[in-house]
């Protein structure tokens, strides 16, 4: 599972539903602002499922009542499927350092070599809890203190008092480098997620900090003074608004908010942003969705920002979900995916279902389901009256015949399900232009994304890694068996028309990290054994399974260490687990070292900026609930070098030869190359 950032106008732009870190609710569909009305349709795309034209197909609403109609439809929607592994953020992806250089004077010198945050496309940055620009370190506290109501509280009488939060958190202007100068500059009194766009820190407000003042706003400070912060503009997120994703490109801001539709029928008189003091209008009839009915109970809007004014220079709106396992948004050099998850039409697989085994049902069954498919109400009616003919059609017979009944069908369904796995649900990728925010073109594959690193643009063509057959229901007649999911890797060329594909990888269980290098992948399932797979990716009409490794436990992230040498983060046996795999050989990937950490966490498994790799000493950092952990993966192995036993620890960068390992209290500064501590400092 991976992650990447933003920086300029020409958006290579990635989010993470975010985006691990970010709680946040996923994109879902994107559309144009300033396309034509007639439908946008995909070129070349091949209906290889049921209603796999129209889920391709997005245009705008023609007027607010049409806005407020399909709302209306497709209110149930997001309810009634279920959604895939959710828990496992997007996989990590560092950004190499800007320079590779040994330090070449006096301590004083401007630094040869600063860590970035790790990111899933490099040049693209995301939001995060820490920032430096090689000498000043900003670091947002994720938290605020509980302190009791005054010293009384603690007695037994005061036991049930109140606790109210002392607000410590903020963000700090950390002076960092030299590391024996080490001081808090100034403290923000605004708490975030942080982008850094030469001298302007961007604060960002996500759930993560829900309990800070002026949660509901954006900030631009200068800070060419670290000592003297100024706020330069502020972007105010009214009533149901919130962040939904951020990346920094080429000193342009990439936002995307999300509107929550409590009422559709007062949803378009909305002024969902201020902006320089002034309201923020989205009409209706300029917000795209799909033909198709799908889940949608929010709006999005992605919008490129300048960071020196705060002034939206481009803006295009879509309805979507607030379920964020069903879009994920990902970016690259010259355009920005976003994807909308189709979980499939219930009456429609049912009639496919009863027409390929009519005689498990009476012909006044099938005439009933038939004539339901064609009425115009919502799923969530149609889910009513399916079950309404079941119960009719069940209480028909005995108990005895009941259970045959139920038995002959759960059977029946489940070799249905296996053969038509990938006609059942699809995720359309939507396809736009990274420099004017334009719909491109559209495709669609068939089952779900795990998150952004599912995705991946190489030389033209896109790579999508999905779970198929998770939409597994039995409706009533029998649980069956809920083993028929498979997955699958995807070759999107021009028109984004499948080219190639790789199919049923690790059948029975469900992608837990993906990672695209070049022209190869890699793909890790779950079920109780973790098959580590390699795919030759070079010949995009005939792609490959090359090699396959099953061992216990799961890698929730991986990160290229080396072209040959792929690391792994996850789980075995409730502790966390490091693996370094050998895929110099890609026919026969090996496990060559591993190590099982004394904790039950690792911050990495929620988001891939929780990394770090430092290429130039053969170590990589992370996290653990205990403290910090920084590894040696020299000489092929896996050798714990140093920790850091600072509670609360979240992050680390690199400035030059030191390692400033940063917690919620604390700062620690460590010289890699003697791993003594040469700096401390109480944050």
């Known amino acids: 599972m991976d992650e990447k950032t933003n920086k300029e106008t020409n958006p290579k732009y990635i989010w993470a539903v975010l985006a691990a870190v970010a709680l946040v609710a996923g994109l879902v569909f994107v559309f144009q602002k300033n396309q034509k009305e007639k439908p946008i349709a995909p070129a070349g795309t091949k209906p290889a499922g049921i209603d796999r034209e129209k889920v391709t197909e997005i245009k705008k609403f023609l007027s607010e009542q049409d806005f407020k109609d399909y709302i209306t439809k497709s209110r149930s929607e997001s309810g009634y499927y279920s959604g895939g592994r959710g828990a496992g953020g997007p996989g990590l992806m560092e950004m190499s350092a800007k320079s590779d250089n040994a330090i070449g004077g006096p301590i004083s010198a401007a630094p040869a070599r600063v860590s970035e945050t790790n990111v899933q496309v490099a040049g693209i940055d995301e939001p995060d809890a820490v920032k430096t620009d090689g000498k000043e370190i900003f670091f947002s506290v994720p938290r605020p203190e509980i302190m009791p109501l005054d010293d009384t509280v603690g007695r037994p009488d005061e036991a049930q008092g109140l606790m109210p939060l002392r607000e410590t958190g903020g963000t700090k202007t950390i002076k960092a480098y030299p590391p024996d100068d080490l001081a808090v500059d100034y403290k923000i009194n605004k708490s975030g997620d942080l982008l850094l766009a030469g001298n302007i820190l961007i604060v960002i407000p996500s759930q993560r ?107 295009i709106s879509f309805v979507g979900s607030s379920d964020y396992t069903s879009s994920v948004v990902y970016m690259s050099e010259n355009s920005l995916y976003v994807t909308y998850y189709y979980p499939g039409d219930q009456v429609k697989i049912l009639n496919l279902f009863f027409s390929e085994n009519k005689n498990l049902v009476p012909d006044w069954f099938s005439e009933k389901l038939q004539k339901l498919e064609g009425y115009d109400i919502s799923s969530s009616a ?180 080396t072209k040959d040498k792929i690391l792994g983060i996850g789980e075995e046996n409730n502790k966390v687990k490091v693996s370094l795999f050998d895929v110099s050989d890609p026919a026969d990937p090996t496990e060559i070292a591993k190590y099982n950490l004394d904790e039950y966490w690792s911050e990495v498994s929620q988001t891939h900026h929780a990394f770090l790799l430092d290429q130039k000493h053969e170590i990589f950092f992370l996290p653990g609930s205990k403290g910090g952990y920084i590894f040696s993966y020299a000489g092929d192995s896996l050798s714990l070098v140093k920790t850091v036993s600072e509670t609360a620890v979240k992050r680390a960068v690199y400035i030059n030869d030191y390692l400033y390992v940063i917690g919620e209290n604390s700062l620690v500064v460590l010289d890699e190359r003697n791993w003594e501590r040469v700096g401390e400092l109480d944050i």
């Not at 779970?467 to 890797?489: H, I, K, L, M, Y």
């Open 209 to 315: 900090y829900y309990w800070a003042k002026d949660a509901n706003k954006i900030f631009g400070f200068d800070v060419s003074d670290p000592k003297n912060p100024k706020e330069l503009w502020n972007i105010e997120m009214k009533e149901a608004v919130s962040i939904a994703g951020a990346r920094l490109y080429k000193g342009k801001i990439y936002l995307a908010t999300k509107t929550d539709i409590i009422d559709e029928n007062k949803f378009c008189a909305m002024e969902p942003l201020i902006v320089q003091g002034r309201p923020f209008k989205i009409k209706c009839n300029e917000i795209y969705h799909p033909t198709a009915i799908v889940p949608a109970d929010a709006t999005y809007t992605a919008m490129i920002v300048n960071p020196a004014t705060g002034a939206i220079e481009k803006d």
């Open 382 to 561: 149609k889910q009513t009256e399916i079950w309404n003919l079941v119960e009719r059609y069940q209480s028909s017979f005995s108990s005895d015949d009941r259970m045959k009944m139920e038995n002959e069908i759960g059977n029946k369904m489940t070799d249905f399900f296996a053969r038509h796995r990938r006609e059942l649900d699809s995720t359309g990728i939507v396809k736009i232009s990274a420099d004017n925010l334009n719909v491109d073109t559209i495709g669609t594959v068939p089952g779900k994304l795990l998150n952004q690193f599912s995705l991946d643009e190489y030389k033209g063509d896109l790579r999508a890694a999905t779970t198929v057959g998770q939409n597994f229901f039995g409706w009533g007649f029998s649980p069956a068996r809920a083993n028929e999911t498979a997955n699958d890797v995807y070759i999107l060329g021009d028109n984004m028309k499948i080219e190639g594909s790789v199919i049923d990888l690790g059948k029975g269980e469900q992608i837990y990290s993906v990672r695209f290098i070049e022209d190869k992948g890699y793909v890790v399932t779950f079920k109780q054994v973790d098959p580590f797979f390699v795919l030759d990716l070079s010949d995009p009409m005939n792609p490959e399974k090359k090699g396959e490794l099953k061992i216990p436990g799961y890698s929730s992230y991986l990160h290229p260490i």
